[in-house]
């Protein structure tokens, strides 16, 4: 299986050693999307603005890697404090709408400074 890897500006840039997208077997792994500017810059605020930052960057990735998250298949949404969960599912629709919707895991975890992390599996169209 060849692998192709995805890189753009548009979305922020990797906080470490992986890529921002790979695309393999007619899909598209796109690692996780923090809520940090194409600049590398921190967005501090609400949960809202966090959430939609980091939707943002998960959905420039998958333009660059030729598909949109309308293709997503499964999405992973990491959330540091589950109280967020129902404002999460407010923003959710806003970038996946309410029907043909992906798989998805919401899972707690200790994220140190922000409010969420994404990533997801696409199929390329």
Known sequence: MTKHVV???LAAPPGGPYSQAV???GLVFLAGACPVRPDGTWVRGSFA???RAAFTN???VAEAAGTDLTHAVR???YLR???DFPEL???YVEFFGTANLPARTTIPVALDGFD???DAVLSRP
């Open 116 to 118: 969420i992390e994404v």
């Open 89 to 91: 599912n407010e923003i």
């Open 49 to 51: 603005e966090q959430a």
């Open 7 to 9: 890189s753009t500006d």
């Open 75 to 77: 999405v992973g949404v």
């Open 81 to 83: 404090d589950m109280a």
């Open 58 to 60: 998960l959905a420039r």
């Open 23 to 25: 695309i393999a077997g």
